[in-house]
């Protein structure tokens, strides 16, 4: 029987990367943006590689959304096999001009998503006692990093978070990993400026910035049974950016 795939925030960027990477090795996909046209046209490239793919609306920080989710990703696919916690945004400004409000915005949709998404498919993985789990971390969750005290502090959690789940669940075959991305080329990296690029790139020792595809690269690893001793890890994917 084949095995479904389920990655969060997968319509672009790092998930949509991981989730045509996961259909490459024969996974079904569940694509999740927060609304389906967002996710048509990674599910098309996942189709084209010869998996079944679907997308599944919801707004990951709400936990009515995600049971909501959870239970027609149940009804059409039957498994979930792999969670990829990958939905992300950043709020970017220095701590003393950063609202409360976008401080709150980014706990919630960075961090209390992992916790719906975990709780709710590693319910379903519990029955199977089998299931692998891996969230997206970043640099700045390890070392933190100015302009950021409400992404750091979220990214802080999902490692925290990461170890937690994998000694809850690792007695059950549910293993729980992370990787800490550092600067790779999409979307939400694409909004710095030129100068905030150049100072980033000055601390790389690989000096180039990273593709999604070398993220998706070590979280097919992490899903796979190559990796089936590995739990409660954070593998940092960073070119070097600190060592
Ligand atoms: P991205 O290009 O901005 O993509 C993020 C995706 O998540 C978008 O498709 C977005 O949908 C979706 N999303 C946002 N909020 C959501 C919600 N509440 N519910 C469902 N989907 C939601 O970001 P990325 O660079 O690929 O980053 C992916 C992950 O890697 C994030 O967790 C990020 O923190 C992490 N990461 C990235 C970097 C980097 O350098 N790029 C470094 C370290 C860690 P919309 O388009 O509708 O907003």
């Known amino acids: 029987m084949s095995k479904t795939a389920i990655i969060t925030g997968s ?21 999740n943006e927060l609304s389906e046209e967002a996710g048509q046209q990674t599910a098309e490239e996942c189709r084209a590689l010869g998996v079944k793919a679907g997308v599944f609306a919801a707004d990951v920080s709400d936990y009515a959304q995600c049971e909501e989710m959870i239970k027609k990703v149940k009804d059409e696919f039957k498994t979930i096999d792999v ?20 401080y709150d915005t980014v706990i919630r949709i960075n961090q209390k998503s992992v916790f719906n998404m975990t709780k709710l498919a590693g319910a379903a993985m519990l029955r199977q006692k089998s299931g692998s789990i891996v969230n997206l971390a970043s640099v700045a969750g390890l070392y933190g990093n100015p302009g950021q005290m409400n992404y750091s502090a979220s990214k802080g959690a999902v490692i925290a978070m990461t170890k937690t789940a994998a000694k809850e669940l690792g007695s059950r075959g549910i293993r729980v990993n992370a990787v800490a991305p550092g600067f790779i080329q999409t979307p939400m990296t694409d909004k710095l400026t030129e100068e905030q690029k150049s100072a980033i790139l000055g601390q790389i020792a690989m000096k180039r910035y990273g593709q999604p595809e070398e993220i998706a690269n070590v979280v097919a690893f992490l899903c796979s049974d190559d990796s089936s001793y590995v739990t409660g890890q954070i593998i940092e994917i960073s070119g070097g950016l600190s060592m």
């Open 11 to 31: 319509g672009r960027g790092i998930g949509a990367a991981i989730a045509k990477r996961l259909a490459k090795d024969g996974f079904d996909i569940a694509i």
């Open 83 to 102: 969670l990829v916690n990958n939905a992300g945004i950043t709020r970017d400004g220095l701590l003393l001009r950063m609202s409360e409000e976008t």
